[in-house]
């Protein structure tokens, strides 16, 4: 019923010439079955959504900002803008910015907002730090990210929009959550969702990410409750990206 979702977070790599190589690759060998989206740098989203854009893959933004309205904002890129180039996703909060911006959760239920509104499909990426993992905190810390953006935005407005649980211990380090425990969050998750509405619980996709790999994608994405991946390093490698994108299926 959830056609599964698999999501390439390039985080700042690339360039023009390795941009539109990837992304060559990828749309020659898309497997079916599984929607495949990659979130470039904003600076060469025009370009790969001009040369590909009709060929099975979606593009998204990394960040936007949480002003609605153009103005004003230097260095700030609005969803509409976003739009504008051919993204038709966005992630929002995704840890790195948590940490390194200091994005908070009054902010982030801002940027999930302008999201919908520009018309932007929002992820929203939570999940616990190392030492909230280890305090066995999880689920509370996860629960709250959700909660601020249920009670700023409705729960309608999680109708087109996607779930990333990516336990922060677990991004860029190898260490991988096992299968049962992504299963048991997961299911937090969706149960937290259908508190507030049991058709939009269902109908909402929860991705897992950190260090997905050809290696253990599949015992992931076979939990029922884990709807696909967002995948960081091995997004950056064709080959690996593709057999994950295989595995989703
Ligand atoms: C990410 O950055 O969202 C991520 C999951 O990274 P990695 O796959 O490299 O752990």
Redesign the pocket.
Known sequence: MRKKLV?G?W?MHGSRVMADALVGEIVENLPGGVEVVVFPPDVYLAGLSDRYGDRGLGFGAQDLSEHHALGAYTGEIAGEMLRDVGADWV?VG???RRQYQRETDDLLAKKFDAARTAGLKPIL?VGETLEEHEDGRAEEVIGHQIGVVIDCCGIESFRDAVI?Y?PVW?????L?ATPEKAQKIHAAIRSQLAKKDANISLLTRVLY?????PANAAELFAQPDVDG???????LVASDFLDICAAAR
């Open positions: 999501a977070n985080k992630l995704h840890s790195e990426c990333a990516e677990a991004i860029g380090t190898g991988t990410g950190g260090s997905v790999k991946g967002l995948i960081g390093g091995a997004s």
